[in-house]
């Protein structure tokens, strides 16, 4: 995983700047010249294919920055609220039902706030991107039997992932979306920052009733307080 993130962290340094240059060259010939609709549909056309490039460069970026993180006390329930928060206005997620089932009093994962909300952020995207927008998301958190880790389910009434795919999800590039959809970079994200938080990831489904992802996190002794005085020290 680490030089894979260097890799793409490389490839996508790279290719910012040409891209930059191809984006900003088709935008002063739409500008400066007096062009047939023609000649500006195409050059349209490599504008948005670049702006597509981009979102895959800061897919690679987000990718190789996991080893980057600011570990602290974390409340999963809080981090979870947060990323509903910021989903809960998309037209994406208008005709989805969530169900919470959080266990009010959980124990503090160590983990790092943003990366934590990109995991649930890209796993519950998924699940509205495969229900095409329609069906429910039910989210459960709990404390293991052995009182060491905590759990996380993520499922979907979804159309659920075939056994053969099932096995390829958290590779990068992985996708079974239309060119332009998706760029099979999530759930390896996803994978890499649970790996570096000393977790774990499982996708489990059966085909046309849903899937279930499952994150376990070892809980910590640390206490947010804790954290704050740590943090001004
Ligand atoms: N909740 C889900 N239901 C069905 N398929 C899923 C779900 N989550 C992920 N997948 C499958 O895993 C693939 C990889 O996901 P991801 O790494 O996020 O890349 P992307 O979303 O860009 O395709 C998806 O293309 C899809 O086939
Ligand atoms: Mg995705």
Redesign the pocket.
């Known amino acids: 995983m680490a030089s894979l993130g260097k890799l793409s962290a490389g490839v996508a340094h790279q290719l910012n700047n040409p891209l930059g240059g191809i984006t900003l060259y088709t935008k002063l010939m739409l500008e400066d010249y007096d062009l047939e609709d023609n000649a500006r549909e195409d050059l349209y056309r490599i504008l948005n294919d670049a702006q597509r490039c981009r979102d895959t460069v800061k897919?690679l970026l987000e990718f190789s920055r996991q080893t980057r993180q600011f570990m602290r006390p974390l409340s999963i329930n809080k981090a979870i609220e947060r990323t509903l928060f910021l989903i809960e206005n998309q037209t994406l997620f208008h005709n989805i039902q969530v169900k919470k089932k959080m266990a009010p009093f959980i124990p503090l994962v160590m983990a790092d706030a943003q990366q934590m909300g990109h995991v649930f952020m890209?796993?519950i995207?998924?699940?509205a991107?495969?229900?095409d927008g329609q069906g429910s998301i039910t989210i459960t958190t709990r404390e293991s039997a052995a009182k060491d880790r905590v759990i996380i389910e993520?499922a979907?009434t979804?159309?659920?992932?075939s056994s053969d795919?099932l096995s390829?999800?958290?590779?990068?590039f992985?996708?079974?979306?239309q060119e332009g959809?998706?760029?099979?970079?999530?759930?390896?994200?996803?994978y890499g920052i649970v790996e570096n938080h000393g977790g774990t990831i499982k996708?489990r489904?059966v085909l046309g009733r849903?899937?279930t992802?499952t994150i376990e996190l070892p809980i910590t002794q640390e206490t947010e307080k804790g954290a704050e005085h740590a943090e001004h020290a």
């Open positions: 897919e890209n796993i995207i998924n699940a991107q495969a229900m993520i979907d979804g159309p659920g992932i795919n390829h999800i958290f590779e990068p992985f996708t079974t979306k959809q998706g760029t099979g970079l999530g759930l390896s994200v996803v996708a489904s849903g899937s992802f």
